[in-house]
């Protein structure tokens, strides 16, 4: 009973990561219809980035993480207004091969810049505080990540259906072509999701490599996951994102705790039959034509 309690909690706490990753991919596809290939690559690039400021400035990465977050929101902001609205077309593919290419020189470059070696940023005495709530003792970090990731999608959740721009997200989510005959400036929407995306691809990259470490090489398996949690979960909500990132996790977390040398070989068998029996995910809607 106890090894079962752990197995959920740490599931839990895993998934509210998971939903992270998979949040900004999730926003991306749902406002603009393409998929980012370089996700993976700007979550990582947000991990050595605060690596590097917390290298060279006295003050803890928790307080730096809001500075990194802020310059991805930029960086995604100058890359959908610079790049992606000049490529963007009914046909995806041209902004996919853009946003893959970004993917390469984005790898290459941390490459030449951190080298291949594994990091992971160090948060001191709140990477192994911990406390006991009825004999099961927690960790003050993954409950910390699991916590700020529920508040995020809260606070998304009530902008897009309490702000005047959240509504206008949203109709351009169903419609972009229409909104536009209601003065709505679908470009400057697309610049506003991929900024968004772009600093909760940041954030989790520096939450993962809070809890573990990381290589300028970890962007496509993040990609994966990423993927993998809007797949699950489906499209049309938010909250869909966050189901899919617990249920992948639990996955994970169970797979690893039956046998360790095949953890991930589970949720990719979770996202198969997903596909196959269910391609519209947990809380996603049919699509008909």
């Known amino acids: 009973m106890s090894a079962a309690i752990e197995i959920l909690m740490n599931g839990l706490f895993l998934g509210g990561l998971y939903a992270l990753f998979g949040l900004g991919l999730s926003l991306i596809f749902g406002v ?4 980012n290939i370089a996700h993976g690559e700007l979550a990582i690039a947000g991990a050595l980035a605060l690596f590097t400021l917390s290298s060279g400035w006295p003050f803890s990465p928790l307080l730096l993480m809001p500075l990194v977050c802020a310059g991805a929101f930029v960086f995604g902001w100058l890359l959908q207004t610079q790049l992606l609205n000049r490529v963007l077309s009914p046909d995806p593919m041209p902004a996919l091969l853009v946003t893959f290419g970004l993917s390469v020189v984005m790898q290459n470059a941390m490459v030449g810049l951190y080298g291949a070696n594994s990091r992971s940023i160090d948060l001191g005495a709140v990477k192994t505080a911990n406390l006991t709530i009825a004999g099961q003792t927690i960790g003050w970090l993954p409950l910390g990540i699991f916590l700020l990731s529920l508040s995020l999608f809260g606070g998304l959740h009530l902008v897009l259906r ?5 509504r206008a997200v949203r109709a351009t989510s169903d419609d972009a072509e229409t909104v536009a005959l209601f003065a709505i400036r679908r470009r400057r ?3 506003i999701a991929m900024a968004v995306s ?4 940041a954030l989790a990259g520096m939450l993962l490599a809070s809890r573990s470490s990381i290589t300028p090489f970890s962007g496509a398996e993040r990609l994966l996951i990423a993927f993998e949690v809007i797949v699950i979960g489906g499209l049309g909500s938010i909250w869909a994102s966050y189901l899919g990132g617990i249920a992948l996790a639990l ?31 947990l809380a996603g809607k049919v699509v008909t034509r």
Do not use: E
């Open 32 to 35: 603009m219809r393409i998929a």
């Open 189 to 191: 929407i697309f610049a």
């Open 251 to 281: 996955v994970h977390v169970v797979g690893f705790y039956f046998d360790p040398a095949s953890g991930l070989l589970f949720g990719h068998l979770l996202l198969l039959v997903f596909l196959l029996i269910r391609p519209q995910g």
């Open 162 to 166: 309490k702000t005047r721009l959240g």
């Open 198 to 201: 772009a600093a909760c691809a």
